[in-house]
């Protein structure tokens, strides 16, 4: 299997990304490798240098005759999103990721494939060791732990990197050159509760699991309109609360910020009696979900059954009003951009919640390109948890990346494209976060843009990475090296 992904084309791309591939990276994990770009450095005989933080920066002088040309910074992350499917026995922590060749893709077997970011690092490697290509002075600046946080491109120093053009490798869709990002800002509610409330005599306890959902990336994938495992359950919850009286012990789903929930589970208790009224609404709510979701999602999976019981339920009025706020805040899409159409300005994800055992933690990502109409969205969320008692922090903001209307680097960027493929480029603002608006603050007379090659649906167990793309997009890359 490694011979074959190392053989694809370009093969000294695909060579580094196996090589990542290899490296237990998810964020928050990436002294390895860090220690793996400084030895390679060393190896292809650039100057490389690792921050305090634990950025990496390779330095590349230019091609005879091109000394005087500006200096071009490659920028990409090295961390990924750990997800996983349901029974994959995969420890992010230690094992590497199983990638394979599908036809005209690379995927990964049950696990996020990393190639979110991993291409672009991949791709700046490449042109750091080919000693053949034509270029002016070259960067090559990878941060850490992008994913949660931003926190290599927070920390960068000015002076670290002397660029003044940056490119980006960090974008999902070949043919479109990104000129601005959406910022974001965590936003969490908790709140405590005496854990003392008993199961009501005679009552059973089941588990009810929602999963097979696609989930996803939470900005770039947010406008399909895939569902959010937590908003899902909950709406079931409501129903058979109110119908049929059960009582919920605990609730978990979801996991990452920036991923969209694919699954989510629940302990409910209820008179025996009733239990076939249960398996009803079980199916009946599967169904529904199936309907609404038809086109969207493959299959909604509704399932209960009989477990243990649980030592205690939450009290009455906290679950309702959980309930409630789960139901009436905000999720998915809120606003479109005008000036750019088709493109989000403003969503929420309901990234992970966990009730039960005396405590609710509560945690969003919100994202618009607006700073107003960010803190908009966070502020409601604020508000449906603040009525229910919980307390509300926000976090981790960062601001937008701003499109620049007289960009030297687009205008080349863009020409090279026509040229080469004949026809224009997109150009877009992407909803996603990209570190840009942060490296924006650091540098701000850096002129940058984004892309890369096609990526399927990146934070999910579904990510694939297109083939024949990443070449064509390494060799434009190459080519506006060339121009820049």
Known sequence: MAQEIKNLKPQSVWSYFYDLTQIPRPTGQVKEVCDYLLRIGKEIGVEVQQDAVGNVI??????PGYESRKVVTLQSHVDMVP??????????????????????????????????????????????????????PLEALFTIDEEVGMVGAFGLQPGFSKGDILLNLDSEEEGNLYIGCAGGIDVGATLSYEDNQPVPEGDIAV?????????????????????????????????IVEDLGVCVSFVEGGSLRNAIPRECRAIVTLPEEDADMLW???????????REYHGIENEVRLEAHKCELPKQIVPREIQ??????VEAVQNGVVTMLHD??????????????????????????????????????????????????????????????????????????????????????????????????ILQ????????????????????????????????????????????
């Open 340 to 437: 750019f159409p088709d493109t989000v300005e403003s969503s929420s994800n309901l990234a992970y919640l966990r009730l039960g055992n005396g405590e609710l933690d509560v945690k969003f990502l919100t994202r618009s390109s607006s700073d107003s109409r960010k803190m908009m969205v966070a502020s409601s969320i604020e508000s449906a948890f603040a009525l229910i008692g919980a307390k509300v922090e926000m976090s981790a903001s960062y601001s937008g990346w701003q499109p620049n209307a007289e960009s030297y680097v687009m205008d080349v960027m863009r020409d090279t494209y026509t040229k080469m493929f004949g026809e224009a480029p997109g150009v877009k603002v992407m909803h996603a976060g990209l570190e840009c608006g």
């Open 280 to 290: 009803e609404a079980v199916s009946d709510y599967r169904d529904l979900y199936n």
């Open 83 to 136: 997800q996983k499917n349901s029974g994959t026995p995969h420890d992010f922590s230690k094992d590497p990721i199983d990638a394979y060749v599908d036809g005209e893709w690379v995927k990964a077997k049950g696990t996020t494939l990393g190639a979110d970011n991993g291409i672009g690092v991949a791709y700046a490697l490449a042109v750091m060791a080919d000693k053949s290509l034509v270029h002016g």
């Open 58 to 63: 390779m330095r590349k002088p230019a091609s």
């Open 320 to 325: 309702d009003n959980v309930i409630h706020a």
């Open 207 to 239: 588990e009810i699991i929602l999963n097979g959902l696609k989930g996803g990336h939470s900005g770039v994938d947010i406008h399909l309109g895939r569902a959010n495992a937590n908003k899902l359950m909950f709406r079931f919850l409501k129903k």
């Open 441 to 484: 603050g650091v540098m701000p007379d850096m002129d940058m843009i984004s892309f890369g090659p096609e990526i399927r649906h990146p934070h999910s167990p579904d990510e694939k990475v297109n083939i024949p793309s990443v070449e064509r997009v390494y060799n434009y890359l190459v080519e506006a090296l060339k121009a820049l």
